[in-house]
Structure formats: C-alpha cells, structure tokens
C-alpha cells in the first residue's frame, strides 16, 4: 500500500493567481514609507516588518504548494515540506487532532515531531476517514478534559449548574463579538459608507472584548489550542484594530508626528499591560505558538494605538482648516494590487518642501501640472497636525 496526497488542483492554480498579486501588494507597502523625500518613519515602523513577514509567508507558501506532500506506506507516513521530511511510523502515533486548516498525527513521545497535514490537500475525506479508522482522536479528549477542569473550577460559580451555565454564556458571547467585529472590520477596509460610525465600532469593539476578556478570570484565552473548551477573543482585538489602522493608513496625511509619539506610547503601554497583568496567555517557550501569540497581542497594541490615535485625531477635530492654495507640478499613479494616486505640490504653508500627496481618482483626473489645488490645514483633536485634499 502507498497513497500520496497533495494540495488539491483548485487551490493550487488559487495559490498561483493570487500570491504574485498579493506578494506585489506587500512589496509596495514595504516601500511605501521609503518612497517620499524624507522616511516616514511610523509607516516604515508599522508596515515594513509586517510586509516583509507576508512576503516570506506568500513565497513559502507558492514553494510549499509545489514541494510539500504526505506518502502513506504499508507502516509509516512520510510528510515531505518546504524545509524538511519527517517519518513516523504507525506504532509511534499516539492520535490524531484536528482544526479548520490541519489534521494532525501526534507522536507518543516528545522526541519526535508531529506531522500535519493541509484540509486543502485532494482526497483529504478519505484521509482522514482513514486516520479515524486508524488512530484515536486525542480532540474529544482533551475538550472532555479542558471541560472538566473549567466544571471544577469554583471561580467560575458555585455549583456545576452556575459553571454550565458561564461557560455556555461566555462562548455565545465571544462568538458573537467576533462575528460582529470580523463584518464590521471587513466593511471599514472596504466599505467606509458611515465612516464615523465604523471608526467609533472600531474602537470600542477590542474594549468591549478587553473587558470581557478581564472580566472572564482566565475562562477566555488568547493563545489557546485548537478545539479548546475555552472560549477565544482574539478576533474581536485584532480585526476591528487593523482596519483603524488601514483607515488611517489610507484617509490622512500627517502632518507631523512630534506629538503623536507620547499618547500613542501610553495607550500601547496600556494596553499591554491589561494584556500581560495576570495573563491570559500560558506561555512555553520552547513552543512557537507562546512567541507568535505575544507578538500577535504586541501588534494589536500597536495597530489598535496607531489607528485610533490617528483616526480620532481627525473625526473628533472641531477645529477650523486653514486653507492654502498650492500649485500641482506633478502627478503619478503608483499601481500594484491597489493603485495610489499622487499630486506633487510646490510648498504651501507650513509645508516648506515640494512633496508628493495621496488623493482620489477623482481628484486626480481634474488636476493637471499647473493647477493649484486647495489644502485643508487642520490641528487634530489631540494637536496632531493633518491636511486632506477634497478639491
């Protein structure tokens, strides 16, 4: 007996019509920052590390498409990937797990690595028909054992009804928040129809979910494994916080930074602190996933911090623009996966240097090089300077 399996022909010729846009898209926002006269350093410290880590997801993943396979033996599998092979025979296989994207084989002693497998790959219903045939389910298990222990938990009510109950109340309610944090996110990147609305959803839905998150006595978990009887936020602070910071992104020019640095340190620190003070996270350091979950929680932090900051700057400003004509010596269209369309304006105002600005396609297609154009000059509710070009 030997079967091989392989990602799927459907999301093999996915994988390789999309990953080159999308390795284009990132490559464009890791020089973006880099592309004006002068660096622009929050971009560069936000967009920089997280481009360049896409790309290399992107290019493994195009390489493990072509690469990666698992062969089925008469007593052994094989998984063959990116960066290596490993064997496991049948009888050194304590079970099986399994999550949306991997079926898992999980080996009877810690000397020996587990394999996984894609749900992506072809014919994967019979494998892992096959693998339940073949192995126990170590998932039931341990869900069994996580709701046992949460069930003989007295902090969470004083009686196993109370526990019950909490439990199921505790999970409607995450699964709820990250339901509604997930459309609110995908309609503020794509849709911003009711802009203030979606910006004020933004912010107060990773609150709510800090809150809850608190609120829970460890119930909830950030960082937790696959199939866990514990509930999970981690959708609900992280999604609503990259659209605030794509938002803020892609909306406003800022005019300077000097007094965005102090506020968006404290709100980081803040939140950071809520995260890490008597922890939700369990770490392992000798596991990957302790490392990606605290980087994860740093860059909700930091994106949550960075794109309320600047978008709150803006809708909340009650201040009067002042207006400044400034003269249109050049226009350029930057195309990617997304196209950004730029005027170079002479110097206007406090701006003393000739720079290029990001604008509409609309405003774009009506200047031309000799035009001026009208700068709105605004101070930003928390006195960061920004300018928008609506005409």
């Known amino acids: 007996m030997k079967k091989e399996y392989k990602i799927a ?16 898209l990132f ?61 496991l025979e049948f009888k050194e296989i304590k079970g099986i797990k399994s999550d949306q994207n991997y079926l898992y084989f999980i080996p009877n002693s810690p000397e020996l690595k587990k394999i996984k497998v894609s749900t992506y790959v072809g014919n994967y219903g ?40 909490k439990l199921e109340s505790t999970r409607k309610k995450t699964k709820f928040l990250n339901t509604i944090s997930l459309v609110v996110a995908l309609a503020t990147m794509i849709f911003p129809h009711f802009y203030k609305v979606q910006i004020i959803a933004c912010s107060v839905l990773p609150i709510l979910g800090l809150i809850l998150l608190k609120s829970s006595k460890g119930l909830i978990k950030l960082d937790d494994k696959p199939n866990s009887a514990h509930p999970n936020l981690f959708g609900t602070l992280f999604m609503p916080s990259a659209a605030l910071m794509i ?24 939140l950071t602190f809520l995260i890490f003070f008597k922890s939700e996270l369990e770490y392992n350091f000798k596991k990957a996933v302790s490392y990606l979950a605290i980087l994860g929680m740093l860059m909700f932090g930091s994106m949550f911090a960075f794109g309320f900051l600047i978008t709150t700057n803006a809708i909340f400003d009650n201040s009067y623009p002042a207006t400044y004509k400034a003269k249109v010596i050049d226009k350029h269209i930057s195309s990617g996966k997304t196209t950004t369309y730029y005027l170079k304006l002479d110097s206007w105002g406090p701006q003393t240097e000739i720079e290029d600005v990001s604008v509409s396609k609309d405003i774009y297609n009506t200047k031309e090089i000799g035009d001026s154009t009208t700068v709105y000059f605004n101070e930003g509710l928390y006195e960061i300077p920004y300018y928008l070009i609506i005409e």
């Open 9 to 24: 022909k459907g999301w093999a010729i996915f994988i390789w019509i999309f990953a080159p846009g999308l390795i284009g």
């Open 27 to 87: 490559g464009f926002l890791f020089v973006m920052p880099f592309t004006e006269e002068e660096i622009n350093l929050p971009l560069a410290l936000i967009l920089t590390p997280i481009s360049f880590g896409m790309i290399i997801f992107m290019v493994v993943g195009v390489i493990d498409t072509i690469k990666s396979k698992l062969i089925i033996e008469k007593k052994r599998m094989i998984s063959i990937s990116v960066f290596k092979t490993k064997y």
């Open 126 to 165: 019979q494998l892992a028909t096959w693998a339940e045939s073949h192995f126990k389910n170590i998932d039931i298990e341990e869900i069994e054992e996580d709701t046992a222990d949460i069930l003989e938990n007295e902090e969470y009510g004083r009686n196993i009804e109370e526990r019950e109950f």
């Open 247 to 270: 938002r803020a992104l892609l909306d406003f020019n800022v005019f300077s930074y000097e007094n965005f640095w102090k506020p968006a340190f404290l709100l980081f620190a803040f």
